[in-house]
């Protein structure tokens, strides 16, 4: 018999797992109770880019990054052969600027460690820099260049997961308001501020930032909190900047629409989305640094999201061994858009009942904290 998913959350990690599922076969029941994509997945930057996030080592994270942007080019295809919806998909790739001679040494050993992952990372000169990117500051004397680093328009690519999941049958169900938990062993079902009822034989927690507010609920740990980012935009026609740039505070990303998307603060303000005057005039500062025509513009559009933090920064993925009927994907962080192709996968892979790939996903259990 067909067995049935109800999923938790409309934003790009619910909807991909749902398309997914779908896809394999399973009947699925999707649940939101203000708009798909209307939080973090609508605010995001749509930066595809495990390299430049993850500058450290070669841990769990990373692989899982990199494996989802191996997944990125097929996904995408499937998302809009689909849907029938076009979506920026941009293989620029990236810039990670350098400022000073004695952070050379540290570039060349990142450089190093991730060519030895597929990076085909290159530390460029000032010169090459600016051949690339002419109007970068004269300050930056070199820049890592990431060319497999990729970005997507985040709000235009979840309306295509949504129409790509409607297409192929899934049930779409937004605007419950309050979505109340009925039961999460032995079957689940939900049910709305309304009184309506939904039934499933398993329940999909994907509902990002506020997944630890079911911590009770579950009887377990779940260190998953807000981090509101804060971002902006500048109308840009001319298109003046080429790649993704980074620099240690922020990053400034070029869309096909001509707007510059510059971001992101980091700050804990609970589950409010309200731009400040004081986040958004630390971006302006940073974006006149990296590229100083921006220092005398101003940014036409600013706005701002909740990502999913967890305890440890990694996301929570998989099945509790506490429950027969839930299954949880929450906790992406700041890389929920690049991951969301290879938590889809993972997440079916346990529900057909396979192995997801071994090891590497150990390491995102979502009973560790308990
Ligand atoms: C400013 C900013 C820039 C970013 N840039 C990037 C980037 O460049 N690249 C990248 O990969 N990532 C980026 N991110 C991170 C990325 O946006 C997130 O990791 C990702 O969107 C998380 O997706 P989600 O589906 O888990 O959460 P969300 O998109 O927040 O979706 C969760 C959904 O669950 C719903 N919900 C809440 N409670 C319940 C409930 N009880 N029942 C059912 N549903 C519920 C919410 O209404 C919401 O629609 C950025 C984030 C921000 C804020």
Redesign the pocket.
């Known amino acids: 018999m067909t067995k049935h998913i109800l999923v938790?959350?409309?934003?790009?990690?619910?909807?991909?797992c749902a398309f997914e599922l779908k896809r394999r076969g399973f009947a699925v029941t999707l649940?939101?109770?203000?708009?798909?994509?209307?939080?973090?997945?609508?605010?995001?930057?749509?930066?595809?880019?495990p390299f430049s996030?993850n500058v450290e080592q070669p841990d769990p994270f990373f692989k899982l990054c990199l494996r989802s942007l191996q997944l990125y080019p097929e996904w995408q295809r499937a998302v809009k052969e689909v849907s029938g919806f076009d979506f920026e998909y941009a293989e620029t790739g990236s810039l990670y600027t350098i400022y000073h001679g004695a952070d050379i040494q540290a570039m060349e050993s990142r450089k190093l460690w991730q060519n030895e992952h597929g990076a085909r990372c290159e530390l460029l000169s000032a010169h090459e820099l600016r051949e690339l990117e002419p109007r970068i500051t004269s300050d930056a004397i070199g820049a890592l260049h990431y060319p497999g680093e990729s970005?997507v328009y985040?709000p235009d690519y979840?309306k295509a997961l949504e129409a790509a999941c409607k297409r192929i049958g899934v049930v779409i169900r937004d605007g419950?308001e309050?979505?109340?938990?009925v039961r999460w062993n032995g079957g689940a079902e939900?049910r709305s501020a309304a009184g309506e009822r939904f039934c499933g034989d398993t329940l999909l927690?994907?509902?990002?930032?506020?997944?630890g507010?079911?911590e009770a609920e579950f009887g377990m740990s779940i260190p998953v909190y807000p981090?509101?980012?804060?971002?902006c935009a500048y109308e840009t026609p001319d298109k003046p900047v080429r790649h993704m740039v980074f620099c240690s505070q922020g990053?400034v990303?070029g869309k096909r629409n001509g707007t510059l998307v510059c971001?992101?603060?980091e700050d804990v303000a609970g589950f409010q989305t309200a731009v400040t005057r004081r986040g958004i005039a630390r971006l302006e500062s940073w974006n006149g640094k990296l590229f100083p025509f921006l220092g005398s513009m101003r940014p036409f559009h600013e706005?701002?999201?909740?990502?999913?933090a967890s305890q440890d920064g990694f996301p929570l993925l998989g099945k509790p061994s506490r429950s027969d009927s839930l299954l949880i994907?929450?906790?992406?962080?700041?890389?929920?858009?690049?991951?969301?192709p290879v938590t889809a996968h993972v997440i079916a892979d346990i529900a057909e009942g396979r192995n997801p790939g071994g090891s590497a996903v150990a390491a995102f259990d979502p009973e560790r904290f308990s």
């Open positions: 938790l959350g409309g934003g790009v990690i619910g909807l991909s649940l939101e109770p203000r708009t798909c994509g209307g939080q973090a997945s609508g605010a995001a930057a749509g930066m595809l880019a996030e970005h985040a979840v419950l309050q979505i109340d938990i939900v927690v994907a509902n990002g930032a506020w997944a507010l079911l981090i509101r980012g804060q971002i990053y990303v971001g992101a603060s706005w701002a999201g909740l990502r999913p994907a929450a906790g992406h962080y700041r890389n929920g858009i690049l991951l969301s």
